[in-house]
C-alpha cells in the first residue's frame, strides 16, 4: 500500500488500476448516452401500443429508474463494498449493468409480446440504475486505494474524463450501425445493434477486473478483522459521520451536479431550445468545448493534489455562481444577436388571473398545464420571449400583449370557425391562380385540416396569431446563421466546461479522503449521487418552471446559481481541506 | 503520456468527424427520464410552439 508522496513516474500496476476502472465508468457512460439518444426509438418500440394511464405509471418508474434507484444502489452495493471488498463489488455492478444493456438489445418489442415488453424494459432500467449507483463509487475508491498519498487528485482525475469518451463512443457506434444499415432498419431494428455491441465492452472490463487485486487497504483491514459489520448504521447512524455525509452532499455534491449539468446538459439545451440553433450546429459547439475541456479534468486532478481539492472546487461553483448570467447573455449574443435585440426592444405582457397561473415544476414530465395563463407561458418561453406579468379580474381567459397587438390565448368555437372560413378562403385563391404556388397551396391546406381538428384548432390559431405578433416584434424564428459567431461561441462553452473539470476533477480523491476506510464505500455514495442526481437532474424542470413564472429565460440560472453558491457558502465554511489526510489513519 | 494525448487527439477527430455528419439527428441531451422516456413523439419546439416543459434528467447521477 503506497501512501507516502513519491515523485516517480505512474508504475505499470496502477496504470492497469486506472485503466480497469476507467473503462468500466466508460461502458456506463456509453449506456447512459444510448439510452438518451435512442429515446424516440425505444419508446416507439416498447410505449406506442400503451393507453395514457399506462404511459402514465411507465413515466413514473423510469423517473424512479434514475432518481430513486440510483441512491438506493449507492446503499446497497456500497454497503457490499465495506463488507466484501471493492473488486468484487464493482465486479457486480458492471455485470449487472453490462446484462441489462445487453439484454435490452434482444429484448422482444411491445408488437411481439405485448405490455410485458415495456415492463421487462423498465425492469431493466431499475436494475441499471442499481448498478450505477455502486459502480461510480467502487471505482473512485478502488483507484483512491491505490494510488500514493500526493496523488489521489491526478490518478482519480482519469475516472472523470471518462464521461466525454463514452459520449462520443457511443454516438460513434449509433451513427456507424446508421450509415451501414440505412435509417429505415436501423429504427426498425437497427438500433438494438449498438446495445448487442456493450457485450464486447462488457467482456472486456469483467476480464480485466477480474485480473486485478482486492484494494491494499480493504486487505489490510480485512486481515485485521476491521472491516465494518454494519456500514450503514456507522455511516448514517452516527452523527459524526453522518454530519460528513450531509456536509460532502451540500458542501460539495449539490454545487459540483448544478455546475456539471450547466456547463454541458443545460448549455446545450439552452442553445437549441431558447437561442433557435439548429440541433447539428448545437452539437458540433458542445462536442468542440468537450474535446478542449476534458483534458483540464486531469490538470485540476492534479493540481488539487498541489493546492488542495477546496479551493478548486469552491472556486468552480463561485465563478459559476458571479459568471453565469453574464456568459449565458453573451452566449445569446454570440449566437443569436436578432434574439438579444427584439428582447431588449419589445414589451410583452401576460395579463391572466393569477388563479389560473402554475409554477410549472414538472419532474416526472406527467402533469399537463392546460389553464390559458400556463399555455400563454408555455408558448412565449417555447419562443424565448422575455415578458412581464400583469393581474387579470378573477375568471378571466389570459391575453397576450405583444407591444400594441393583443392575441388571445383561448379561442371560442366561433373564433374557430371564421379563422377556417378565412383559410379556406385564401386557399381557395391559390387554387385559383396562375402560376400556382405549391408551397402556399400546401401550407393553406394545412392550416385548413388543423383547424378542421376539434382538438387542435385553438393551438393552431393561437401559434398562427402569436407568431405573426412576435415576427412584428422581429423575433427570430431561428438563429440567423450568418450572424452566429462560431469563435466566441465555442470559448463560452470552453468556459462553462472548464469550470465543470474544476468541479469535478478533483472531487472524487475528496470525497474519498472524507471518509475512512470501514464506511468508505457506502459513506461516499450516497451524496455523490444524490447530489449529482437530484439537484442535478432537476435542473432543466426547475429551470423551466422558473423561466416560466418569471417572463426571463436567463431566469432558470438562478436554480443553479443558488444551489452552487449555498455550496461555496458551506463548503467554505464546513468542510476540511482533504489532500494532506491519511486515509489511513483511522483503519 | 505523449501516447495517451495522441489516441485522445484521434478519438476526438474522428467523434468530429462523426457528430458533423450526424446532424441535428444526434440527441446530445442525455439519459431521458420520466415522459421523456416513454413519449412516443416528443414534439420539436419552434417560435410559435410551446417550450418543453423538461422533465427531471438524472443525467448526472453517475
Known amino acids: ?587 | 503520456m505523449w501516447k495517451i494525448a495522441v489516441g485522445f487527439a484521434i478519438f476526438a477527430a474522428l467523434a468530429l468527424y462523426v457528430i458533423g455528419k450526424g446532424g441535428d439527428s444526434l440527441d446530445m441531451s442525455g439519459e431521458k427520464h420520466g415522459a421523456d422516456a416513454v413519449h412516443v413523439e416528443p414534439a420539436k419546439a419552434d417560435a410559435s410552439a410551446p417550450a418543453p416543459a423538461p422533465a427531471a434528467d438524472a443525467s448526472a447521477a453517475k
Open chain 1, 1 to 587: 500500500m503506497a501512501t507516502t508522496a513519491e515523485n516517480r513516474p505512474m508504475s505499470a500496476e496502477e496504470k492497469k488500476v486506472i485503466f480497469a476502472s476507467s473503462l468500466g465508468t466508460v461502458f456506463e457512460w456509453y449506456d447512459f448516452y444510448l439510452y438518451g439518444s435512442l429515446a424516440a426509438i425505444i419508446a416507439k418500440q416498447f410505449f406506442s401500443g400503451l393507453d395514457e394511464g399506462s404511459a402514465f405509471i411507465f413515466a413514473l418508474l423510469a423517473f424512479a429508474a434514475g432518481f430513486i434507484v440510483r441512491p438506493f444502489g449507492a446503499l446497497v452495493f456500497g454497503r457490499l463494498g465495506d463488507m466484501i471488498g471493492r473488486k468484487y463489488t464493482f465486479l457486480v455492478t458492471i455485470l449487472l449493468m453490462g446484462a441489462s444493456t445487453f439484454i435490452v438489445g434482444i429484448l422482444p418489442n411491445y408488437a411481439s409480446i405485448g405490455v410485458a415488453a415495456p415492463v421487462i424494459l423498465i425492469c431493466l432500467r431499475l436494475l441499471q440504475g442499481l448498478a450505477l449507483g455502486g459502480e461510480y463509487g467502487g471505482a473512485a475508491t478502488y483507484v483512491a486505494e491505490h494510488a500514493p498519498a500526493g496523488k489521489r487528485g491526478a490518478y482519480t482525475a482519469w475516472i472523470q474524463t471518462t464521461a466525454t469518451l463514452g459520449l462520443f463512443l457511443s454516438l460513434m457506434v449509433i451513427l456507424g450501425t446508421r450509415t451501414a444499415i440505412g435509417e429505415e432498419a436501423f429504427a426498425d431494428w437497427g438500433w438494438r445493434v449498438p446495445f448487442i455491441v456493450s457485450i464486447i465492452m462488457l467482456i472486456i472490463s469483467v476480464y480485466i477486473r477480474l485480473s486485478m487485486n482486492e484494494s491494499p487497504a480493504f486487505v489490510k483491514m480485512k486481515a485485521e478483522g476491521k472491516t465494518s459489520k454494519a456500514p450503514l448504521s456507522e455511516s448514517f447512524g452516527q452523527w459524526k459521520n453522518l454530519k460528513i455525509v450531509i456536509l460532502a452532499l451540500i458542501g460539495l455534491t449539490a454545487g459540483q451536479a448544478v455546475v456539471w449539468y450547466s456547463g454541458q446538459f443545460y448549455a446545450l439545451f439552452f442553445l437549441t431550445q431558447a437561442l433557435k440553433v439548429d440541433g447539428a450546429t448545437a452539437n458540433i459547439m458542445v462536442a468542440i468545448s468537450l474535446i478542449i475541456g476534458t483534458p483540464f479534468f486531469i490538470v485540476f486532478g492534479a493540481l488539487s493534489d498541489k493546492i488542495g481539492r477546496k479551493p478548486i472546487i469552491l472556486a468552480g461553483c463561485l465563478l459559476a455562481a458571479l459568471t453565469y448570467f453574464p456568459v449565458f447573455k453573451a452566449l445569446t449574443k454570440a449566437a443569436n444577436p436578432d434574439l438579444a435585440a427584439a428582447q431588449a426592444a419589445s414589451q410583452v405582457v401576460v395579463i391572466a388571473d393569477p388563479a389560473e397561473c402554475s409554477f410549472q415544476f414538472n419532474p416526472t414530465g406527467t402533469k399537463k398545464f392546460t389553464s390559458s395563463c400556463d399555455i400563454a407561458k408555455q408558448r412565449l418561453a417555447g419562443a424565448s420571449v422575455s415578458y412581464s406579468n400583469e393581474v387579470a379580474p378573477a375568471g378571466t381567459p389570459a391575453i397576450i400583449k405583444v407591444g400594441d397587438t393583443t392575441v388571445q390565448v383561448k379561442y371560442s368555437a366561433e373564433d374557430v370557425a371564421a379563422a377556417k372560413a378565412k383559410a379556406e378562403e385564401k386557399l381557395a385563391a391559390l387554387n385559383a391562380a396562375e402560376p400556382k404556388d405549391a408551397k402556399a397551396i400546401e401550407a393553406a391546406t394545412k392550416s385548413v385540416k388543423d383547424l378542421s381538428n376539434e382538438k387542435t384548432a385553438g393551438a393552431t390559431l393561437l401559434a398562427s396569431n402569436l407568431g405573426a405578433a412576435l415576427k412584428a416584434a422581429n423575433y427570430p424564428a431561428k438563429a440567423d446563421m450568418a450572424k452566429f459567431d462560431k469563435v466566441t461561441v465555442i470559448i463560452i462553452l470552453t468556459y462553462l466546461v472548464i469550470l465543470v473539470t474544476m468541479v469535478y476533477g478533483p472531487i472524487a480523491a475528496m470525497l474519498v479522503e472524507m471518509f475512512p476506510t470501514r464506511i468508505r464505500y457506502t459513506s461516499m455514495s450516497l451524496p455523490y449521487h444524490i447530489g449529482n442526481g437530484w439537484f442535478g437532474g432537476l435542473l432543466p424542470t426547475t429551470a423551466f418552471a422558473i423561466v416560466a413564472q418569471t417572463g426571463n429565460m436567463y431566469n432558470g440560472l438562478w436554480y443553479p446559481i443558488i444551489i452552487a453558491g449555498a455550496t461555496v457558502v458551506i463548503g467554505g465554511l464546513f468542510i476540511k481541506e482533504t489532500k494532506d489526510v491519511d486515509i489511513y489513519a483511522d483503519d
